[in-house]
């Protein structure tokens, strides 16, 4: 059975930092682009960073670049996110997300971890 699962969220003051983590099992890690999205209160889901199969290329999106390091272990089928200098803005639940590299309608999410960033 195919599952992701989220940790690693909390509270924490601006400046701060989390290190989230999503354990994957059910499927082959190794093959899979991983991802993370958030989603704020009253907006959509949005990427947050992306990492290869077993390259190690990343992508971040504007808002995070230079404060979050997106990462991977395939001998222990996890995903990272570690979060630095967080902002109010960052506050959302954060989800990792699995998708094979070649294209297919096959999607992975898991149930989300709340991260708030507040004083």
């Known amino acids: 059975q195919v599952q992701l699962v989220e940790s690693g969220g909390g509270l924490v003051q601006p400046g701060g930092s989390l290190r989230l983590s999503c354990a994957a099992s059910g499927f082959t890690f190794s093959s899979y682009v991983m991802s993370w999205y958030r989603q704020a209160p009253g907006k959509g889901r949005e990427l947050v960073a992306r990492?290869?199969?077993?390259?190690?290329?990343?992508d971040y999106t504007d808002s995070v670049k230079g404060r979050v390091t997106i990462s991977r272990d395939n001998s222990k089928d996890t995903l990272y996110l570690q979060m630095n200098n967080l902002k109010p803005d960052d506050t959302a639940v954060y989800y990792c997300?699995?998708?094979?590299?070649?294209?297919?309608?096959?999607?992975?999410w898991g149930q989300g971890t709340q991260v708030t960033v507040s004083s």
């Open positions: 997300q699995a998708k094979p590299y070649l294209a297919s309608p096959l999607t992975y």
């Open positions: 990492i290869s199969p077993r390259s190690g290329s990343t």
